[in-house]
Structure formats: structure tokens, C-alpha cells
């Protein structure tokens, strides 16, 4: 069965970047999101290359996508740079609860 990709953007969002209490989706980190070939492909960012949590969020959000494909498909979570991560790409939710909705 083919995963829906609110499904897995719903997994997702139970991925907490511990330093600020928010979820990965919301806050903009997630770039790509492609299930391609019986396969999920993730592309991830931290608000800083510095992010002492970065692995542990990739890893987090690799067990939550896992748990929503079957065992057979890979998924492959990448951590990227490009474009630098920006308050912006926060969604209007998060920018309210930050107070950076101005």
C-alpha cells in the first residue's frame, strides 16, 4: 500500500527539535519529501549547520517515515544546506507561537 503524503507529513510533524519544542514540518526544516520507485526520499535542514541535534532529528524522523511504508521500501534522509534555512519557510503557526509574526 502506497503511503499518502499528508501521512507522511503527519509523521513528520511528531518529530520535536528538542531546542525550540516545535515540530520539523512546522518549522520549516523539511525541503523534499518524494516517494519515488516504492521508496521515500527526505531532505532535511537544521536552523544552523551548528545544530549539536541534527543527526538525532534525522534519525527521528527516519523511524517515523519508516513506520509508515512497509518494511521492503527504503528511506533515505538526507541533511542539506542549501538554501539556508530562514525564519520564512516557518509556517504561520510556529511564526505566531516565536512572536515573529509581524
Not at 9 to 36: C, S, T
Not at 68 to 75: D, G
Request: glycine share 4%; charged share 25%; net charge negative.
Amino acid at each position: 500500500m502506497t503511503p499518502v503524503p499528508d501521512t507522511l507529513l503527519d509523521a513528520l510533524r511528531q518529530v520535536i527539535d528538542p531546542e525550540v519544542g516545535m515540530n520539523i514540518v512546522d518549522l520549516g526544516l523539511v525541503y523534499r519529501l518524494e516517494l519515488i520507485d516504492a521508496s521515500i526520499q527526505l531532505d532535511l535542514t537544521m536552523t544552523s549547520p551548528a545544530c549539536p541535534m541534527g543527526e538525532g532529528i534525522a534519525n527521528e524522523a527516519e523511524a517515523a517515515l519508516q513506520a509508515c511504508v512497509p518494511a521492503a521500501w527504503p528511506v533515505e534522509v538526507k541533511l542539506v544546506w542549501e538554501p539556508p534555512w530562514t525564519p520564512e519557510r516557518m509556517s504561520e503557526t510556529a511564526r505566531r507561537r516565536f512572536g515573529w509574526d509581524e
